[in-house]
């Protein structure tokens, strides 16, 4: 589908959300993905598509995807992402995939999101809160560094539970420190069983934690994973 960009607007460091306007209606589910196809010239050998997950939730009329951009040069698609201005076109895909809320509201979740992995999150809670469907929410959003950290007011606002997790803290950070692990995520969840467990952020960490989570007990109908392709580490 093709769809007109609307307007870029800076949520954290070197992370921009990008609002498109689509040329009709699109019925998705909170939390989907979608590929987009942004011609430019020249493109690196990584080409003129990419996978997104929309950041934006269906209760909003405009579509989103959430990214950060590399202190360098960056690829030639993230540069021509950035160099957009309102009015110009590109395509869309239409949203994909099963990283979406379970369908029995009385589940709690466990919804973890490291680095851009949040993207998928703010799309549910945003939905939810849209909706004004209370679920039982906690949210552990891990990243490198706490000027990285993104929608936490719609966290906040939506009034679920929310552990931060910052690698590198600097003096003014207050919340949890250290690395991401399937340990570490089962000790903030209080070693709950009975929760769902969404994990969202680099392939090998998706995989590690799928793999890990079952070891430590979780029951693997209790886990949901979805991943960003071309990120090792957030």
């Known amino acids: 589908m093709n769809v007109t960009f609307d307007h870029a607007e800076p949520i954290a460091t070197d992370i921009t959300t990008f609002w498109f306007k689509p040329e009709r209606r699109v019925r998705y589910d909170a939390g989907q993905f979608t590929e987009i196809h ?32 590399a202190r360098n040069d960056g690829s030639s698609f993230k540069r021509a992402l950035r160099a957009l201005q309102p009015g110009e076109q590109l395509k869309l895909a239409d949203p994909l995939g099963d990283f979406v809320l379970p369908k029995d509201p009385s589940i709690p979740l ?7 992995g949040i993207t998928p999150i703010r799309s549910m809670v945003k939905y939810l809160a ?21 929608f936490l007011p719609l966290f906040k ?39 769902y467990y969404y994990f969202s952020g680099p392939e090998p960490m998706a ?28």
């Open 130 to 150: 849209d909706k004004h469907e209370q679920r039982t929410v906690h949210v552990i959003y891990a990243v490198s560094r706490p000027d990285e950290l993104a």
């Open 207 to 234: 995989e590690h934690f799928y793999k890990q989570m079952q070891a430590l007990g979780i029951d693997e109908t209790h886990l949901v994973t979805d991943y960003f392709p071309g990120y090792t580490t957030f």
């Open 157 to 195: 606002q939506y009034g679920l539970k929310l552990t931060t997790l910052v690698k590198n803290p600097d003096a003014a950070y207050t919340g949890e420190t250290g690395p991401l692990t399937p340990e570490r995520i089962l000790q903030l969840a209080g070693n709950d069983s009975a929760s």
């Open 38 to 69: 942004l011609q430019h010239t020249p493109a690196d050998e990584r080409g003129i598509r990419r996978w997104f997950t929309l950041s934006s939730s269906p209760t909003e009329p405009l579509l989103a995807i959430t990214t950060k951009f």
């Open 110 to 116: 466990v919804l973890i999101g490291a680095g851009a």
